[in-house]
């Protein structure tokens, strides 16, 4: 496989009539890695993703494969592979002529075409679908062959633009895993785009998370799971209850806080000082029912299989959200703990 | 069950089929279409069975016994399909290169519109002003000493065509070609493809199918070529058309019957072209192209 030993981005940007969609991203790719740009729709992952694959030129900024700039060259000659939101099959050719499509473009012999097409065709298990045309084929087949069509060349780098977005939730969980399992078999770098936390977390070796263009953390799924840098991050990391707070006493990493009707302590994020405005994050299975904790009145109870997922409010009229493991009833009284350190308090 | 219940019962059974009031909106066109289209053609594919004399065959036979008559179906062609030809290829490198968004979009497909809106009369006349003996193009050739001649002959009813088609041809490959997905072209870009690759591998063929369509449509409009054959061209020679024939025929001899063979030959020959690129065009691939189109 001919690959680079690193992919360095640096300072990219890109406007959109004076707007930027792109705010200076700076990054490093590593050879294997899997790297994923997580972030709503709009924060510029997939402009990102397009300035990699030389789909958009760049306002700013550059990018270099090794010592190389990259940027310069146009698509066809960065030799990236690339797997469409809506896999851009050509519709006019049969799945084994769109895998084939990549390497009769290197001007291949015609039995190397034949056998890595072959070899592409059984990886993703869809050999008795050679013949068939793209329209034929089910949401979850057209995701495999666009999958194949990209890694068929080996190439030194895949991006994948939300490739998960058009299937099923089962569907979705089984390809993820697809994904990931030829990534490793194959040895493939992958840059990877989702407004999906989960798929980002399960998936990658390092996440990147947008918003507005900008970075706002980068880090191995552990650091943002646990430690996510600010509120915004914590938002898109599951922390479902993000209450707006006032810093009663610090001490040392512990702060005690108060607001939204709670009192709790938490671990601060960033330097604090009593009477500062915070955000308490505090994911809803890290908030218990029970003990010696703060009253809430239950609002909506909803069944999820193992627990149940629980809308409360608190006496000033905030929603928290928890799990509990029996089911209580609407309008019931609890009382709410949670441990400080699992919860966060970044400054707002 | 009372006869209300099974009354309804038929009813639903028969708009399941597709039969219910709504039919009816379909009355005024039908109409228009029997009293103004079918009857009208079915009379005139009678009238030529019927000529004076010769039997059934006559008039049909009368055409195409006569040189000066049948070579009429061979002048047309050669006008019309170079001429369908031209308008088709031109509007494909134009086309695609407006597929995009840009500024002056809309005046740029404007300009290229408005012969449209002329009519073949205007046109007809400005070339004569244009490319005729005194015109202003064969001025600025003051160093050819006898003036080049393109009009009144077949350059003139070549050239009336060409600007009159040409708008139709491209409008409609426009739409065509907006209609194909542009992520399929980036996708082959990463996969290795020129810009040349791009657009013979993956644009053509989507836009083949298309691309006949277009052709049959601009065709035929240049097959039934009339007023610019006798403005522009040289109706009794070189640009006797087969339309003029049928003219001559029914409203200056008066031989309605004869009028009405040259028609039915002319529809014919038109049929034939369209069938023949209708049949090529059945082999290309005419499923989705992805677009918005």
Known sequence: MTGFDELRLDGVRRRFGGQDALAGLSLTIRRGEFIALLGPSGCGKSTALNCLAGLLPLSEGSIWQDGARLDTLPPEKRGFGMVFQSYALFPHLSVRKNI???????????????????????????????????????????????????????????????????????????????????????????????HDQEEAL?????????????????????????????????????????????????HGPVVAVEGSGLTLEGTAVGPLSPGDDVVAGIRPED????????????EVVEYQGRELAVEARTQSGDAVHLRAATRPAPGDQITVTAAPARVLVFPS | MTRTQTRLAVRHRLAERGVDRQLWLLVPGLACVLALFVYPFAYGIGLSFQPAEGGVFGAYRAFFADAYQRDTIATTLSLSLPAAILNVA?????????????????LLTTV????????????????????????????LLFFVDEPIRLTNNYWGVFFSLVITGFPFAFLLILSYLSGI??????????????????????????LAPGLATTFCLTFVLAFSVFPSAVLVGDPAGTTRVISIAAYHAAYEVYDYSLGSAIAVVMGVVELLVVAIVLGLR???YTGSTGGKG
């Open chain 1, 100 to 194: 084939a499509f990549g390497l009769q473009m290197r001007r291949l012999p015609r039995d190397e075409v034949r056998r890595r097409t072959d070899q592409a065709l059984s990886l993703v298990r869809l050999e008795e679908h050679a013949k068939k045309l793209p329209g034929q084929l089910s949401g979850g087949q057209q995701q495999r062959v666009a999958i194949a069509r990209a890694v068929v060349l080996e190439p030194s780098l895949v991006l994948m633009d939300e490739p998960l977005s058009n299937l099923d939730a089962k569907l979705r969980l089984e390809m993820r895993t697809e994904i990931r399992r030829l990534h490793q078999t194959l040895g493939l770098t992958t840059v990877y785009v989702t």
């Open chain 1, 202 to 250: 399960s998936l990658a070796d390092r996440l990147v998370v947008l918003r507005d263009g900008r970075v706002e953390q980068i880090g191995t799924p552990e650091d943002l799971h646990e430690r996510p840098a600010n509120r915004h991050v914590a938002d898109f990391m599951g922390y479902r209850n993000l209450l707006p707070m006032k810093v009663k006493a610090v």
């Open chain 1, 287 to 298: 908030l218990h029912e029970g003990g010696s904790g703060v009253p809430v009145t239950v």
């Open chain 2, 90 to 106: 031109a509007s494909v490198p134009i086309a695609y290169r407006m597929r995009g968004r840009f500024r002056g979009k809309r």
């Open chain 2, 112 to 139: 290229l519109v408005v012969p449209i809106t002329l009519g073949t009369v205007l046109t007809a006349e400005g070339l004569l002003n244009y490319l005729g003996p005194a015109g202003w193009f064969n001025r």
């Open chain 2, 181 to 206: 997905d542009p992520t399929l072209e980036r996708a082959a870009a990463t996969l290795g493809a020129g810009r040349r690759q791009r657009f013979q591998r993956i644009t053509l063929p989507l």
């Open chain 2, 282 to 284: 059945s082999l290309l």
